[in-house]
């Protein structure tokens, strides 16, 4: 596991650096608009392919521009994974669906909401079109955990926080990653909230952000697979 020292932030870099966060997320939100134009605007197969040829030319330009801004706060190379990291994420993905089953069962059982709203915006997305659909399976799996690994994780807990800060980054982390998926219940809320948290654990623990964006990347791929399939 890799060591990394950084300090904490004075108030001039602090404030600089959370409006940086706040674009970084608001871009986040703005890179899904050519897949509402889409939706909107019915365009033939053609124009439809456009859009998701700019969708994706968007994305790669938002990871690209995350990357810069992670490494603008952790200059250090990110090294390969070990033994250990891996052991640490496969019980951090453990830890995570066994929650998730209570949360999502709780859910249900007092809040009556089957789904989460930010899947249930996800659902009505995708099958209004399947242009949007493939669009959105491959950038859920590809570039969104990469993005969002790169600032909910990397940016924001080595830039507004020093290194030797364990819990508050988590619990930071957690709180804005749950904020950015629109939750409306609270046990839907707590389920982002913990999904970011454990992320930050294992990115605190290794300050290996590929170990993040590899679950991140699985937990994506498993939930957009029961999608497609809900909706085929």
Do not use: C
Not at 11 to 26: A, D, N, P, Y
């Amino acid at each position: 596991m890799q060591t990394f020292h950084s300090k904490r932030p004075s108030t001039k870099q602090f404030v600089g650096r959370l409006f940086v966060l706040l674009g970084m997320i608001i871009l986040i939100e703005l890179v899904q608009l050519p897949l509402a134009l889409i939706r909107k605007l019915q365009p033939d197969p053609t124009q439809s392919l456009l859009w998701v040829g700019l969708y994706f030319g968007l994305f790669a330009a938002l990871v690209w521009l995350a990357e810069k801004v992670y490494h603008w706060v952790h200059p250090e190379k990110t090294s390969r994974l070990s033994p250990a990291t891996w052991k640490l994420m496969g019980k951090a993905l453990v830890v995570f669906y066994l929650t998730e089953f209570l949360l999502n069962f709780i859910n249900v059982l007092v809040f009556g909401q089957t789904q989460t709203a930010n899947n249930e915006a996800i659902l009505k997305l995708m099958s209004s079109n399947h242009f949007i659909l493939g669009a959105m399976a491959v950038s859920s799996v590809v570039f969104s955990p990469v993005v969002e690994e790169l600032i909910f994780r990397g940016f924001l807990m080595d830039g507004l926080f020093g290194s030797s800060q364990f819990w508050t980054p988590i619990i930071t982390s957690g709180i804005l990653f749950s904020l950015a998926h629109s939750s409306t219940t609270i046990a839907s809320f707590l389920l982002y909230a913990v999904m970011g948290g454990i992320f930050a654990y294992v990115y605190r623990r290794t300050e290996t952000i590929t170990s993040t964006i590899y679950m991140h990347a699985f937990n994506n791929f498993i939930a957009m697979l029961m999608m497609v399939i809900t909706l085929l």
